[in-house]
């Protein structure tokens, strides 16, 4: 069994606010022919979509990302049609003046399972009050909060022209901690094991048990680190957190790419010449996944 925690439903609005954020007056079409991406067309259609393509590769369920402020509906609509297949997560700027009733919308009545803070991305500390509310208004609904830390690269923003000006000084794993400690029933994930920001992730995870470590991605980052390897990177996690805390990631978005392979059979060999065992692998794999977000009724 495989289940993918981490992909991005780059949905019509998406493409719809690069547009308007570009401000060349781009239509959603004439963007997706800029990049050589397919149109995502209605959010169903698209949930259809990403269902033959998970079941092409035999993945059992997926993490759908709202990958800007405010297209919770789209991801919504999409765990609306396939319950069994999609948990939805949604990105919140704690910054907005809407952002704790659009949380409260987005897990009490959109289905949502996880909040994405994106510090460096909106400019807002973890310590910020801000921060603090928003949790507040999901966590009663037993969401989870995904925190991005380390390197931030968005490329499709990159193939447009669009500006990046991300403040990485924000996105320390050691303030994950903090929350996570604050919030000890609250699963908090960082991706793409802290994305550069390797051994604080480490330190952050040791120091809360409900820290999970999210492997999704080429982790390009590693070459901010030489010498390091993938296998390496897999070892000091198991070692610090061990299986029951790690969730496998692709970090798949567009369509005709559609779901990465290549970063689950590069994850699925380190792995095996590590020689971790079936039954730990089968829970990077799936199992831990399936025990953060248990399956639609």
């Excluded at 003046?97 to 399972?113: E, K, L, N």
């Excluded at 400019?123 to 989870?144: C, M, S, W, Y």
């Excluded at 590590?274 to 639609?296: E, R």
Aim: charge should be neutral.
């Amino acid at each position: 069994m495989v289940n993918d925690a981490h992909c991005h439903f780059f949905s019509t609005k998406f493409f719809t606010t690069l547009a308007q954020q570009r401000g060349k007056g781009d239509s959603v079409a004439g963007l997706c022919k800029e990049l050589g991406w397919d149109d995502p067309g209605e959010p169903a259609a698209l949930a259809d979509r990403w269902v033959q393509e998970l079941d092409a590769h035999k993945v059992t369920r997926a993490a759908l990302i709202a990958s800007v402020p405010s297209d919770e509906a789209s991801v919504g609509a999409a765990v609306a049609k396939h319950p069994t297949r999609f948990v939805g997560y949604f990105m919140v700027n704690a910054n907005s003046p809407d952002a704790i009733p659009r949380t409260h919308a987005a897990v009490y009545a959109q289905g949502m399972r996880c909040l994405c803070l994106f510090p460096a991305m909106h400019h807002t500390a973890l310590d910020d009050d801000r921060v603090r509310k928003v949790i507040d208004a999901a966590v009663g609904g037993n969401a989870a909060v995904f925190v991005h830390c380390g390197q931030l690269t968005v490329g499709v923003r990159k193939a447009l022209g669009l500006p990046s000006a991300f403040d990485f000084r924000l996105g320390d794993p050691l303030e994950v901690a903090r929350l996570a400690n604050a919030y000890p029933t609250v699963p908090f994930i960082v991706p793409h094991f802290g994305a550069g920001f390797l051994r604080e992730a480490l330190i952050a995870a040791d120091t809360s048990p409900n820290i999970y470590l999210d492997t999704s991605s080429s982790n390009r980052w590693m070459r901010f680190m030489p010498g390091l390897t993938l296998d390496e990177v897999f070892r000091s996690a198991l070692a610090v957190v061990g299986p029951g805390r790690i969730l496998f990631g692709t970090d798949s978005s567009y369509f005709p790419r559609g779901w990465q392979r290549g970063v689950y059979d590069d994850q699925k060999a380190a792995l095996d010449r590590l020689g971790v065992a079936a039954a730990d692998q089968d829970a990077i794999f799936g199992g831990t996944f399936d025990k953060l977000f248990k399956q639609a009724s």
